[in-house]
């Protein structure tokens, strides 16, 4: 159980390509996701941003190994001074004008287990949040701003 990847799967009433520019432009990202100081969907773009509980914080260090144009991007999600290495992806599955987005978190399992703050419940709680409610939210209200 706890080397299966976390799956969090919405269907979002966007297009694909509005999906992907949210996923991949960075004033688009720090809206709903995180607040890059820079990101390029190109494979071996390296990136970083701090998050956590409202009390500390950690770094999350990221490099980009795949991308398919529209469809799917990958990145390995580390934090500076803890061991453990796991990969993010967000795939795209067009369905006329909505989107499935399909999130996939493996590898929690290289993370130290003495640190609460990379439990699996955590991480399935943040990403049900970012992919349930957070992005859901942003592309909306972009939709209904443009219509």
Known sequence: MENTPII????????????????????????????????????????????GPEDRSYLH??????????RKIAYSWRYDGYPGNTLVTFALFPDEDKTTVRLSHSGLETFPTSNPDFARTNFEAGWNEIIGTLLPAYLEKNIAAAS
């Open 61 to 70: 260090l990221c490099q980009v190994t795949e991308v398919e144009q529209g």
């Open 8 to 51: 969090v799967e919405r269907t979002v009433n966007a297009p694909a390509e509005t999906v992907w520019q949210a996923l991949t432009d960075r004033d688009q990202m720090k809206e709903w996701y995180f607040d890059l100081a820079e990101f390029r969907p190109e494979v071996g773009f390296e990136f970083q941003f701090s998050g």
